[in-house]
């Protein structure tokens, strides 16, 4: 079992920066792929960064550029870097986790997610 929780979210201006962790517990997050989502309000939960068990990464297009997605595995956590913030960013961040590999194709989807956090807000005034 793994249970994570996310920090970091908050509001700030067009161009801010936010940082998100992810911090698991239960078991270390060297054997599980990772990634962040959000769901903006009347929206479809989408995926906007992933890194697999092996360190690739994986990002939506609006986001490359400005997001990095990032592990610590001796401290169980995911980050999840935010620069060049934007009003269409505001949206509830959710961190996901599973164990193993999985294929890019697969890694900004949701059903190969199982642990799943319990979201973060973030605002983004423009």
């Known amino acids: 079992q793994v249970q994570l929780v996310e920090s970091g979210g908050g509001s700030v201006q067009a161009g801010g920066s936010l940082r998100l962790s992810c911090a698991a517990s239960?078991?270390?997050?060297?054997?599980?792929?990772a990634a962040w989502f959000r769901q903006a309000p009347g929206k479809k939960r989408e995926g906007v960064a992933a890194?697999?068990?092996?360190?690739?990464?994986t990002y939506l297009d609006s986001v490359k550029g400005r997001f990095t997605i990032s592990r610590d595995n001796a401290k169980n956590t995911v980050y999840l870097q935010m620069n060049s913030l934007i009003f269409e960013d505001t949206a509830m961040y959710y961190c996901?986790?599973?164990?193993?590999?999985?294929?890019?194709?697969?890694?900004?989807?949701?059903?190969?997610?199982?642990?799943w956090g319990q979201g973060t807000q973030v605002t983004v005034s423009s």
């Open positions: 996901a986790a599973n164990s193993g590999h999985l294929r890019e194709n697969l890694r900004l989807q949701i059903w190969p997610y199982f642990y």
């Open positions: 239960g078991s270390t997050v060297t054997d599980y792929s």
């Open positions: 890194i697999d068990a092996d360190g690739g990464t």
